[in-house]
């Protein structure tokens, strides 16, 4: 954190992780994991290729298989917060039912559904109830790099 300071380095920007906890109801909530170091992106970079201001990212790090083979457990996915509004197709961190997941939001017959890319019988999709699915954020990038 004190390198940000340091002369020729304010082009660089800290994008925050962001961790899934349970509650003692079982509810799983989003908060900022101040235990892990920050991971710094090019200002320029954010801007040109994410399209994205630096204040609505957060990193992710994927739990589990369901996504796989495009998302694996242990990548990181930047998700974008101010783009909730689904499309078609596309990948979201959503919590559903109390549950925080990766899945696409998919169209089909009017009804949005969430689906995972793993085609295991195990992962079959489910429908979006308005109600009790609130989306996080658009997932913009992946780095397949393990922590």
């Given at each position: 954190?004190?390198?940000?300071?340091?002369?020729?380095?304010?082009?660089?920007?800290?994008?925050?992780?962001?961790?899934?906890?349970?509650?003692?109801?079982?509810?799983?909530?989003?908060?900022?994991?101040?235990?892990?170091?920050?991971?710094?992106?090019?200002?320029?970079?954010?801007?040109?290729?994410?399209?994205?201001?630096?204040?609505?990212?957060?990193?992710?790090?994927?739990?589990?298989?369901?996504?796989?083979?495009?998302?694996?457990?242990?990548?990181?996915?930047?998700?974008?917060?101010?783009?909730?509004?689904?499309?078609?197709?596309?990948?979201?961190?959503?919590?559903?039912?109390?549950?925080?997941?990766?899945?696409?939001?998919?169209?089909?017959?009017?009804?949005?559904?969430?689906?995972?890319?793993?085609?295991?019988?195990?992962?079959?999709?489910?429908i979006?109830?308005?109600?009790?699915?609130?989306?996080?954020?658009?997932?913009?990038?992946?780095?397949?790099m393990k922590?």
């Amino acid at each position: 954190r004190e390198a940000v300071t340091s002369p020729g380095l304010e082009e660089f920007l800290s994008i925050p992780a962001i961790t899934v906890t349970k509650t003692k109801r079982n509810k799983s909530v989003l908060s900022e994991d101040n235990a892990r170091d920050p991971y710094f992106f090019r200002r320029s970079w954010l801007q040109e290729r994410l399209h994205a201001n630096a204040d609505d990212l957060k990193l992710v790090y994927v739990q589990g298989d369901s996504m796989e083979p495009n998302l694996i457990d242990g990548d990181i996915i930047i998700v974008n917060t101010a783009d909730p509004k689904p499309k078609d197709g596309d990948p979201y961190v959503i919590n559903y039912e109390g549950e925080v997941v990766v899945k696409r939001l998919t169209r089909d017959a009017g009804e949005w559904w969430l689906t995972s890319d793993n085609i295991a019988p195990r992962y079959h999709r489910r429908i979006v109830r308005t109600n009790e699915t609130k989306v996080v954020g658009k997932v913009v990038k992946r780095d397949t790099m393990k922590i």
